[in-house]
C-alpha cells in the first residue's frame, strides 16, 4: 500500500507529534551499574548450575542442595517481580525516536519561517535548476489537494526544488503547483513512526493563498505556491 501526505492525519491522529516522542518510563532499580532484570538474571544462571552440580556430585549432603534449590526458586520469583515492575502495564516495549532536548528550532532549513513568519512570509523563492521557476512562500500554512509524489528533502528550497524537478521531467501527469514541507519529519524515526513517509509533499492545482489552511498536525508546516 502506497502511503500518502493525507493519509498521515489518520496514521499518526491528526498529524500529532508521533508517540515515538514520548519518553518511555525508565526502570531506576540498578544494581553494581546494571539492571536488576540483569543482574537477578545473571544470579539465577549461578545457582542454577550450582543446583545441577551438587544434584550429580556424589557424597554431596542433601541439605546443601536443597537450600540451593530453594535460593534458585527465591530469586525467580524476585526476577518475575522485577520484570513485571519494569514494562508498564499495557505497552508493549518497542522502539522510539529520542525527544530532541528543548524545542526544535528549524529555522534554518525553512528560510527562517520557523521564527520569522511575518517577515518571511511572501517572499519569492527562485529554483537554480529546471527552468528556474518561481515559488512564494507563505510560513504556518498548508496545502490543499491530494498528494502526487512525497519526498525527503534536506530543507524548505529542496522541497520546492523537488516541486520543479517534478514539473521538468514529468510528462504524463498533472502540474506541480505547491508544496508542504513539514521538517520534523525530515527526521526519519519521527516520520517512520508517525506514518508520514516525507517531510515535502508535492501537490497539484488549483493552489491560492486564500485556499491555504492553517496546519492542525502538532508541529510546523510551510507551504509554497509556484508563481504562474
Known amino acids: 500500500m502506497d502511503f500518502k501526505y493525507d493519509d498521515a492525519p489518520q496514521l499518526a491522529e491528526g498529524h500529532d507529534l508521533p508517540e515515538a516522542y514520548v519518553h518511555r518510563k525508565k526502570t531506576t532499580g540498578t544494581v553494581c ?20 552440580g551438587l544434584a550429580a556430585g556424589t557424597g554431596v549432603a542433601t541439605k546443601n542442595y536443597n537450600d540451593a534449590k530453594s535460593q534458585v526458586k527465591a530469586l525467580n520469583a524476585s526476577l518475575v517481580a522485577a520484570q513485571a515492575e519494569s514494562t508498564p502495564t499495557g505497552t508493549t516495549p518497542s522502539a522510539t525516536a529520542a525527544l530532541p532536548s528543548g524545542t526544535p528550532n528549524f529555522s534554518n532549513i525553512t528560510n527562517g519561517c520557523s521564527t520569522d513568519a511575518d ?11 529546471f527552468g528556474k ?18 519526498v525527503f528533502a534536506p530543507d524548505f528550497n529542496g522541497c520546492m526544488d523537488a516541486c520543479a524537478a517534478w514539473n521538468y521531467y514529468n510528462t504524463t501527469k498533472g502540474d506541480c503547483v505547491a508544496v508542504s514541507f513539514i521538517p520534523a519529519w525530515g527526521n526519519i524515526a519521527v516520520a517512520v513512526a508517525g506514518g508520514a513517509p516525507g517531510d515535502c509533499y508535492l501537490k497539484p492545482g ?20 509556484v508563481l504562474s
Open 133 to 150: 521557476p518561481h515559488f512564494t512562500m507563505y510560513c504556518n500554512k498548508d496545502t490543499i489537494n491530494p498528494t502526487m509524489l512525497s
Open 33 to 52: 551499574g546494571i539492571s536488576l532484570v540483569l543482574f537477578l538474571s545473571i544470579i539465577i544462571g549461578i545457582l542454577s548450575a550450582a543446583v545441577i
Open 119 to 129: 517577515d518571511v512570509t511572501g517572499n519569492i523563492y527562485t529554483s537554480q535548476f
Open 206 to 225: 488549483p493552489q491560492t493563498k486564500a485556499n491555504l489552511s492553517t496546519p492542525n498536525i502538532g508541529t510546523e508546516c510551510h507551504a509554497a505556491i
